[in-house]
């Protein structure tokens, strides 16, 4: 993804139709209180937090989490594309064009 408006069609394209569908066949187990934020709202707090864009928004935000005192690995969903053949380019681009980014920025500060 090169800008913030793939990131943005990837996921109200792709990401939020799973989540309205998950969303419907869910059944919750354990009450919690409120409501779950609709599919929508969850789409839009991936857009907001997540390593989804741009690769410096997403070496910015890897790094701001690795930046937390005690984390020192971090998961990533690359499936959220949908196709094979989007995942691995996913996949590529974060090996080639992220996590190098990410180490370089790291090891350049000190150790907490």
Same mark, same amino acid.
């Given at each position: 993804?090169?800008?913030?408006?793939?990131?943005? %069609?990837?996921?109200? *394209?792709?990401? @939020?139709?799973?989540?309205?569908?998950?969303? $419907? &066949?869910? @059944?919750?187990?354990?009450?919690?209180? *409120? %409501?779950?934020?609709?599919?929508?709202?969850? =789409?839009?707090?991936?857009?907001?937090?997540?390593?989804? =864009?741009?690769?410096?928004?997403?070496? &910015?935000?890897?790094?701001?989490?690795?930046? #937390?005192? =005690?984390?020192?690995?971090?998961?990533?969903? @690359?499936?959220?594309? =949908? &196709?094979? %053949?989007?995942?691995?380019?996913?996949?590529?681009?974060?090996?080639? %064009?992220? #996590?190098?980014?990410?180490? $370089?920025?790291? $090891?350049?500060?000190?150790?907490?």
């Amino acid at each position: 993804m090169r800008s913030h408006e793939q990131a943005r %069609d990837l996921v109200h *394209g792709t990401v @939020v139709p799973f989540f309205t569908r998950a969303h $419907a &066949e869910y @059944v919750m187990l354990e009450e919690r209180a *409120g %409501d779950q934020p609709p599919p929508e709202a969850m =789409g839009e707090l991936l857009l907001a937090t997540q390593a989804i =864009g741009p690769v410096k928004l997403c070496v &910015e935000r890897i790094a701001t989490r690795l930046a #937390v005192p =005690g984390v020192s690995r971090v998961l990533l969903h @690359v499936e959220s594309a =949908g &196709e094979p %053949d989007a995942v691995m380019a996913n996949l590529d681009r974060l090996a080639i %064009d992220v #996590v190098p980014r990410v180490r $370089a920025n790291s $090891a350049s500060r000190p150790r907490r």
